[in-house]
């Protein structure tokens, strides 16, 4: 019997101990630092189901200054899971920093905390503004009835109607934007009120003062004989495809992959492009060119005609050209940058985003963002691959390319096409032609003697070639005295410019024996400009790595391309030789 009272009395002081914090922290709170003065929530349902709320947020000082360094904001816990996105900005729209998921000091609110890096210092009577901008998804279901024989388009939402703080907040007002042509129907104990403007129901509601840590939902819904005028999808994929030519015009194609989640399917899909985007196209997953229609009075926008039954997946395309004069900069006719905004329009949430860009052919990418991605170097071409899951448009990046590129590929094409169609010509001129007897073809046969004197001579040449090198490399770590390089480099160069000599008249013989030996000397004649070429081209990205032109991974990147380039053009050669020595 004592044994039971006594573990009954352990576990009533461990249960007083574990609850009461959590009583405290909900009712108890220390005392603030500041004050909230005045709360503005606007919640606009965007087509597509996204719900979107921004809260405007004036903080002051009680009676002295104070530095205020962050401030927390939340909703209940159960909407977490809708969650997509979340940013804060200043009075100026310039980003605030925010972490995610931090808490609010109470069980079940959701908190996150937008910090002031350098602080905000405020006097006795002074006050800050600052916005905190939430993206939800699945917050909103789709029904249809019917009234005196009319089909009506029904859409519910529920959201939290109050921001939630850990303090008393002031001055709170709400507004909801019902989207164009869409009719308020009440269905909670809130009194809205209702005002109109151009085809647009708004929606409004203030309260002198709110409790901390608030807790109260609200039901808004709208309705529409037209089903177009808001729906309910989800983006599965977004796929995005840049394509810049020599010119610098830049061609767009985004392929879109959604499932329609309204109940009575999905009709059209609006979409926004940039607002200089001309020739503007969409076809299905066939190729069959699709309807546009941009009768709506914003820019940029445009509304799809596809159908995708209510719960079923659909992919289309759409097609459209920029002006690369406005995204591109350059200070000479070789270099320039590329600034690509990547979500600026996007008024989707695609759980996969994925996006290329493929420079002119010539090409050389010579910076690009530290991003997660994939370079793909093609003969002429590179292309810069790159992927990203649950995106917005409150996470709009601005992106920068450097590459270099020169005006003979503006022609390359072309050039190549006449070219082709010359030795075309040539061919079908020559078989016109009467025939000839064919000459003799006559081969002078090399003494073997001639052959191995022509491989050790070369030979001989690669080890005084590397031994120079080994000298250089001593000479720059500092192993060996100046005047000790200076004198062992002269002497390999006066070797190697002896063994040039005898290697060129060798050459000549060999070259004149035939058909194949000229074919052999032709590939070692070239392997050895290429060689050349790569030397210097690595001096050449030396160079401009120590001058600051270039990252130190581009830096790497194109060291290494050389290398790979150069132990190509080795093993050309080495083939050579060992042919001669057959």
Do not use: C
Not at 156 to 176: D, H, K, N, W
Not at 287 to 300: H, M, R, V
Request: proline share 3%.
């Amino acid at each position: 019997m004592r044994h039971t009272t006594a573990l009954l009395i352990v576990s009533l002081f461990l249960a007083f101990f574990l609850l009461f914090p959590l009583q405290e922290s909900h009712s108890a709170s220390a005392t603030p630092e500041f004050q909230i003065t005045k709360l503005d929530r606007v919640v606009v349902p965007i087509y597509g189901g996204i719900l979107l709320i921004n809260d405007t947020i004036q903080i002051s000082s009680f009676n002295e200054s104070v530095t205020v360094e962050q401030v927390a904001i939340g909703f209940p816990m159960k909407y977490e899971r809708n969650l997509r996105a979340l940013a804060a900005y200043d009075s100026i729209g310039a980003p605030l920093s925010v972490v995610e998921d931090t808490g609010l000091g109470a069980v079940g609110y959701y908190g996150a905390t937008v910090d002031f890096q350098d602080g905000i210092s405020l006097q006795s009577g002074e006050s800050y503004t600052f916005k905190v901008t939430s993206l939800f998804s699945d917050m909103v279901l789709s029904s249809t009835r019917t009234v005196n024989v009319t089909k009506e388009y029904v859409f519910t939402t529920e959201f939290p109607l109050y921001p939630s703080f850990s303090q008393e907040a002031s001055g709170f007002t709400i507004s909801v934007e019902l989207p164009d042509n869409a009719t308020y129907e009440q269905v909670a104990d809130i009194d809205f009120g209702l005002t109109e403007r151009n085809g647009q129901q708004l929606l409004t509601y203030s309260k002198e003062s709110l409790a901390s840590y608030a807790d109260n939902a609200v039901k808004v819904r709208f309705f529409s004989e037209n089903p177009d005028v808001f729906a309910l999808f989800s983006v599965h994929k977004l796929n995005r495809e840049v394509v810049i030519d020599a010119r610098r015009k830049i061609s767009v194609t985004e392929q879109y992959t959604i499932e329609s989640q309204s109940v009575f399917g999905l009709n059209s899909f609006k979409l926004m492009v940039p607002d200089d985007a001309r020739n503007v196209s969409s076809f299905d997953e066939q190729g069959k060119k699709l309807g546009l229609d941009t009768s709506s009075d914003e820019t940029g926008a445009y509304a799809v005609s596809f159908q995708v039954a209510a719960n079923q997946i659909g992919s289309f395309s759409l097609t459209y050209s920029l002006s690369g004069e406005n995204r591109h900069a350059s200070s000479d006719e070789v270099n320039y940058r590329l600034n690509l905004s990547l979500f600026d329009q996007l008024r989707v949430i695609p759980e996969t985003f994925a996006m290329e860009v493929t420079f002119p052919e010539g090409a050389t990418v010579q910076s690009f963002p530290s991003q997660r991605y994939d370079l793909d170097r093609d003969v002429f071409q590179e292309t810069f691959r790159t992927s990203f899951s649950n995106i917005s448009w409150l996470h709009d990046e601005n992106w920068t390319f450097a590459y270099s590129h020169t005006l003979f590929w503006a022609s390359f094409r072309p050039t190549l096409w006449v070219t082709v169609m010359v030795v075309v010509g040539s061919i079908v001129a020559l078989v016109w032609q009467r025939p000839q007897a064919p000459q003799p073809t006559s081969t002078v046969m090399i003494p073997r003697k001639t052959m191995n004197a022509f491989v050790e001579s070369y030979e001989t040449k690669k080890k005084t070639l590397a031994e120079l090198d080994e000298v250089k490399n001593k000479a720059k770590k500092g192993k060996i005295s100046r005047r000790r390089y200076k004198v062992r480099k002269t002497t390999l160069e006066n070797r190697l410019s002896n063994l040039s000599k005898e290697l060129a008249g060798k050459h000549q013989i060999i070259a004149r024996s035939g058909s194949r030996y000229a074919e052999i000397m032709r590939q070692l004649e070239v392997a050895e400009i290429e060689l050349e070429n790569i030397d210097a081209d690595i001096n050449r990205i030396e160079l401009r790595f120590k001058q600051g032109e270039i990252s130190a991974q581009t830096y790497r990147r194109l060291l290494d391309d050389d290398l790979r380039r150069r132990e190509r053009s080795k093993a050309t050669i080495d083939g050579v030789l060992l042919r001669l020595r057959e």
